[in-house]
């Protein structure tokens, strides 16, 4: 756990929010990645500043709140006080300090902060190769048509789960799982057919198709539309007496409908027929995956737990296009404001609950720990890998050429 920190996630780039998230200047959210906790400054524009948020006098973490306003921070045990840019504004008492021991720089140190297409990122290392360097070509190719600028949080959930961060993210990276775990997909999404991209420092697509069902269960599905057609359908603008009577016919449907869409909020045309119908889950190394949809994305993390090396720490986050009606039913999101009015709270779940996350992350949930139990078992080898769980191989690639030679025998 302790190589991990060090070699990894103190190395590369991490996503951690949406300029939504702090829409004015002087708005700040506070950031918590494994034993580190960070401030992320609005400034003028998409400028924005990131600082370790840890007084230096006595190493009191400054802020609590997950997102606030303010223009200076003050610390709460000794009213040391600091500008929203890191600068030391005052030391309580200053008379009673021996100059030798205030000489140094005691501004807050800084954090290297990035900015792209809206999404903000931190890196802990400041030799690290430049954001856009590290998602590379491909990467952000593949997202281009994307309106990731026009986003806001709609959903954002974080819980403890009883597993590594690792056994965590692999369910999350492969297809093959989906036609034993979830049974309400099997009517609309093929994940046996899915397609994979292997990018460049550890990212990836998986292309999964949605409207089509799962050929293991082909022969075993009613005709009739499951609900996962009705609201693409739905979205797509479709009156219900047009609807097409068999689920075959709905992909088709779905890209005419959406790509006659004008003064809309969303322009379609811009995508191709895929990325109209079917999930696109884009994942950046080491945990970040993004399901990506015209009208919406659906973000998750696995997050290295602060002190325990078998839980981790789960976020969830769904951003919307404003203006859009319906969202995949696996987004879990009900009542949603997409006003911008407001910054979204976070929700902190029970660890025991369950249903939170929504039905098919539950089945998921329910899974995860069983795998990180058997895991400890005498009589297990080691995992067994078939094509559909390449992303595994590939994540794995990456991740011991930080923690060690192995990447080259695992590639």
Not at 7 to 32: A, E, Q, R, T, Y
Not at 45 to 70: A, E, I, K, W
Not at 78 to 84: A, F, G, I, L, V
Not at 273 to 301: A, K, R
């Amino acid at each position: 756990m302790d190589l991990e920190w060090t070699n990894l996630w103190s190395k590369v780039w991490l996503h951690v929010g949406h300029l939504s998230d702090i829409p004015k200047p002087n708005n700040f959210m506070k950031v918590d990645r494994g034993q580190e906790s960070v401030l992320i400054v609005r400034g003028d524009g998409d400028q924005v500043r990131g600082m370790y948020n840890v007084c230096q006098h006595r190493g009191v973490r400054l802020v609590m709140q997950d997102f606030g306003s303010t223009k200076k921070f003050v610390c709460p045990f000794h009213n040391w006080e600091y500008s929203n840019t890191g600068d030391l504004l005052k030391i309580q008492d200053r008379e009673s300090f021996r100059e030798e021991a205030i000489c140094h720089n005691l501004d807050l140190p800084a954090v290297r902060t990035s900015v792209w297409r809206g999404w903000i990122f931190i890196c802990l290392d400041d030799e690290a190769a430049p954001l856009e360097e590290f998602l590379g070509p491909e990467f952000i190719a593949c997202t281009k048509a994307y309106d990731f600028e026009k986003a806001l949080r709609i959903r954002d959930v974080q819980q403890e789960w009883p597993a590594n961060w690792k056994t965590a993210h692999e369910a999350f990276v492969e297809g093959y799982h989906v036609q034993a775990t979830h049974p309400q997909l099997y009517s609309a999404v093929d994940a046996y057919h899915a397609q994979t991209d292997l990018y460049d420092n550890g990212h990836a697509l998986s292309v999964y198709q949605f409207m089509s069902p799962s050929p293991q269960y082909l022969n075993k599905l009613p005709n009739e539309l499951a609900e996962e057609h009705k609201i693409f359908l739905r979205e797509a603008g479709i009156p219900e007496d047009q609807w097409p009577k068999h689920w075959s016919e709905v992909p088709s449907a779905i890209i005419a409908a959406k790509l006659k869409k004008t003064n809309y909020v969303i322009d379609y045309s811009k995508f191709t027929e895929g990325q109209l119908v079917d999930d696109w889950g884009v994942g950046i190394f080491p945990t970040t995956e993004t399901f990506l949809h015209p009208e919406g994305f659906f973000i998750q993390q696995w997050l290295p737990h602060p002190t325990e090396p078998e839980k981790c720490i789960y976020q969830v986050q769904v951003y919307a296009i404003p203006g859009i009606g319906e969202l995949p039913s696996f987004m879990a999101i009900e009542d949603a404001d997409l006003s911008g009015k407001k910054v979204l709270p976070r929700t902190y779940a029970d660890p025991s609950d369950i249903d939170v996350s929504g039905p098919v992350v539950k089945q998921d949930r329910v899974l995860v720990p069983r795998v990180q139990s058997g895991l400890h078992s005498k009589g297990y080898k080691g995992g067994i890998y078939s094509d559909q769980e390449i992303r595994i191989r590939h994540f794995f690639a990456e991740y011991f050429t930080y923690l060690d030679d192995r990447g080259k025998e695992v590639g």
